[in-house]
C-alpha cells in the first residue's frame, strides 16, 4: 500500500521564482493553506485592486499571462500567481477562490474609492463651488442693477428655445405687471378678477332685493368693471395676434399720447428663438426667470406716487397678417425724446448652436395699436 505522507514538498514547477512549499494530502491534491498565507494573499489581492482603480498598473504588465509578482502598497509583501499542469496555486490558495477572493476585493476597494469621491465632494471642494456659484449669482444680479439704473434695460437670457405661446404669455404677465406695479390698479389682476367674482356670486345668491349702493361704491365698481373688460380683451386680441404672426417688440404707452407718452415701457422678442413642443423651455420656468430679474433690476417700481392715466398697447407684427381688431400705424416712430424701459428676451446663442437660423425680414412689419386705451381706476 502507499505510504501517507504529511510532509511538506516543494513545487518543482521549472516557471516558478519562488519556491513556496504546499502540504499534500492523500488524493495527491492542495490541501487547505495556513493563516499567514491566506492573509499574504488577500492583502497583496487588495493592494494590487486598488492600484489598478487608480492606474498605477500598466495595460502591458497587467496583461501578462506568467508569473506576475505584485507589490502590497500597505504591508510591503510579495504574493505570487504561478500555473502548472496539475494545479493552480497562489501562495497555497486554489485559483478559484483567489478569483473569488479578488472579485470581493475589487467591490470593496470600489466601495471606498466611490465614499471618497462622495467624501470629497461634501467636503471644502463643494464648499468652494458654492461660494464661486454665488459669488457669479451676485456679480450678474449687480450687473442687472446697474443696466437697470443707468441704461433703462433688463436682459433675460433663456437658456433654450421658447413658443409662440410663451411668447404671448410674457407680454401679457408684463403687461399685468406694469399696471399694477405704477399704480394703475389697485390690485393685481387675478385679485380683481376674483373679487369681481365673488361679487357677483353674492348678488345671485341674495333672495331679497338689496338697497341701492352709494353714488361712490356704484362708480367704483363701473370702474372697476370696466378697467376689467378691457383689459380681458386686449389680452384677447393679442393672443389672437400672435397666433397669426410673429410679434417681436411690444410698446406699452401709458399718459399722454402714443407720440409723446410720459412713460414707455418696450418688450423687445427679436432674439427669441422659437420651437415647438418638446424642443422647446416650458413657459412656466421662462416666466420664474423673467419675474426674478424684474424683481431684482427693480425696473418697475417708484415711490412717487402716480396719477391715474390711460395706456396703450402697440405690437409690431407682419404686415400682411390679416389682423382686423389692431389699427396699423404704418408711418409710426418709436419715440427718440422719451426715455423708455426695455425688457430685452433673448436666447443664449450657444443653446441652439445646431438650430437652423430663420431670421424673418423686418422691413416687412409694420406697428399695430390698440383701438382703445385701458383706463386704469383705484380705490
Given at each position: 500500500?502507499?505510504?501517507?505522507?504529511?510532509?511538506?514538498?516543494?513545487?518543482?514547477?521549472?516557471?516558478?521564482?519562488?519556491?513556496?512549499?504546499v502540504?499534500?494530502?492523500?488524493?495527491?491534491?492542495?490541501?487547505?493553506?495556513?493563516?499567514?498565507?491566506?492573509?499574504?494573499?488577500?492583502?497583496?489581492?487588495?493592494?494590487?485592486?486598488l492600484?489598478?482603480?487608480?492606474?498605477?498598473?500598466?495595460?502591458?504588465?497587467?496583461?501578462?499571462?506568467?508569473?506576475?509578482?505584485?507589490?502590497?502598497?500597505?504591508?510591503?509583501s510579495?504574493?505570487?500567481?504561478?500555473?502548472?499542469?496539475?494545479?493552480?496555486?497562489?501562495?497555497?490558495?486554489?485559483?478559484?477562490?483567489?478569483?473569488?477572493?479578488?472579485?470581493?476585493?475589487?467591490?470593496?476597494?470600489?466601495?471606498?474609492?466611490?465614499?471618497?469621491?462622495?467624501?470629497?465632494?461634501?467636503?471644502?471642494?463643494?464648499?468652494?463651488?458654492?461660494?464661486?456659484?454665488?459669488?457669479?449669482?451676485?456679480?450678474q444680479d449687480?450687473?442687472?442693477?446697474?443696466?437697470?439704473?443707468?441704461?433703462?434695460?433688463?436682459?433675460?437670457?433663456?437658456?433654450?428655445?421658447?413658443?409662440?405661446?410663451?411668447?404671448?404669455?410674457?407680454?401679457?404677465?408684463?403687461?399685468?405687471?406694469?399696471?399694477?406695479?405704477?399704480?394703475?390698479?389697485?390690485?393685481?389682476?387675478?385679485?380683481?378678477?376674483?373679487?369681481?367674482?365673488?361679487?357677483?356670486?353674492?348678488?345671485?345668491?341674495?333672495?331679497?332685493?338689496?338697497?341701492?349702493?352709494?353714488?361712490?361704491?356704484?362708480?367704483?365698481?363701473?370702474?372697476?368693471?370696466?378697467?376689467?373688460?378691457?383689459?380681458?380683451?386686449?389680452?384677447?386680441?393679442?393672443?389672437?395676434?400672435?397666433s397669426?404672426?410673429?410679434?417681436?417688440?411690444?410698446?406699452?404707452?401709458?399718459?399722454?399720447?402714443?407720440?409723446?407718452?410720459?412713460?414707455?415701457?418696450?418688450?423687445?422678442?427679436?432674439?427669441?428663438?422659437?420651437?415647438?413642443?418638446?424642443?422647446?423651455?416650458?413657459?412656466?420656468?421662462?416666466?420664474?426667470?423673467?419675474?426674478?430679474?424684474?424683481?431684482?433690476?427693480?425696473?418697475?417700481?417708484?415711490?412717487?406716487?402716480?396719477?391715474?392715466?390711460?395706456?396703450?398697447?402697440?405690437?409690431?407684427?407682419?404686415?400682411?397678417?390679416?389682423?382686423?381688431?389692431?389699427?396699423?400705424?404704418?408711418q409710426?416712430?418709436?419715440?427718440?425724446?422719451?426715455?423708455?424701459?426695455?425688457?430685452?428676451?433673448?436666447?443664449?446663442?450657444?443653446?441652439?448652436?445646431?438650430?437652423?437660423?430663420?431670421?424673418?425680414?423686418?422691413?416687412?412689419?409694420?406697428?399695430?395699436?390698440?383701438?382703445?386705451?385701458?383706463?386704469?381706476?383705484?380705490i
Open positions: 500500500m502507499a505510504q501517507h505522507s504529511d510532509v511538506l514538498q516543494p513545487i518543482t514547477n521549472s516557471d516558478e521564482r519562488e519556491s513556496p512549499y502540504q499534500r494530502g492523500d488524493a495527491g491534491r492542495a490541501s487547505a493553506p495556513s493563516g499567514r498565507d491566506i492573509r499574504i494573499a488577500e492583502e497583496s489581492s487588495v493592494g494590487c485592486s492600484l489598478r482603480l487608480c492606474g498605477d498598473f500598466d495595460d502591458s504588465r497587467s496583461r501578462a499571462p506568467s508569473a506576475e509578482v505584485h507589490e502590497d502598497v500597505r504591508t510591503g510579495v504574493g505570487t500567481r504561478s500555473e502548472s499542469k496539475n494545479a493552480a496555486v497562489v501562495k497555497g490558495v486554489p485559483v478559484e477562490e483567489h478569483r473569488a477572493r479578488n472579485t470581493g476585493d475589487k467591490e470593496n476597494s470600489s466601495e471606498v474609492v466611490q465614499d471618497g469621491a462622495e467624501e470629497k465632494m461634501s467636503g471644502p471642494d463643494s464648499c468652494v463651488t458654492a461660494s464661486r456659484n454665488n459669488t457669479s449669482l451676485e456679480e449687480a450687473e442687472v442693477v446697474r443696466k437697470a439704473r443707468e441704461e433703462g434695460r433688463v436682459d433675460v437670457v433663456f437658456p433654450g428655445a421658447v413658443t409662440q405661446d410663451g411668447c404671448y404669455r410674457f407680454v401679457s404677465e408684463i403687461l399685468k405687471c406694469v399696471l399694477y406695479q405704477r399704480q394703475q390698479l389697485p390690485m393685481t389682476y387675478e385679485q380683481l378678477v376674483y373679487s369681481q367674482r365673488q361679487q357677483q356670486a353674492a348678488a345671485q345668491e341674495r333672495e331679497a332685493p338689496t338697497p341701492r349702493p352709494s353714488q361712490s361704491a356704484d362708480m367704483d365698481q363701473r370702474k372697476r368693471r370696466q378697467t376689467l373688460q378691457e383689459l380681458e380683451e386686449v389680452l384677447q386680441q393679442l393672443e389672437a395676434l400672435f397669426l404672426s410673429r410679434v417681436p417688440r411690444v410698446l406699452l404707452s401709458m399718459g399722454g399720447s402714443v407720440v409723446l407718452p410720459k412713460e414707455l415701457y418696450e418688450i423687445n422678442m427679436e432674439a427669441l428663438a422659437l420651437a415647438a413642443g418638446a424642443q422647446s423651455l416650458p413657459t412656466s420656468s421662462c416666466l420664474k426667470q423673467l419675474f426674478r430679474t424684474l424683481f431684482v433690476a427693480d425696473l418697475l417700481s417708484d415711490t412717487r406716487p402716480v396719477r391715474l392715466m390711460p395706456t396703450t398697447v402697440l405690437a409690431l407684427a407682419h404686415r400682411e397678417c390679416g389682423v382686423g381688431w389692431f389699427r396699423p400705424k404704418l409710426y416712430r418709436v419715440p427718440a425724446r422719451v426715455k423708455h424701459q426695455m425688457i430685452a428676451l433673448s436666447t443664449d446663442p450657444g443653446a441652439c448652436e445646431g438650430r437652423a437660423a430663420d431670421e424673418p425680414d423686418w422691413q416687412d412689419y409694420v406697428w399695430f395699436q390698440a383701438p382703445f386705451a385701458i383706463k386704469g381706476y383705484c
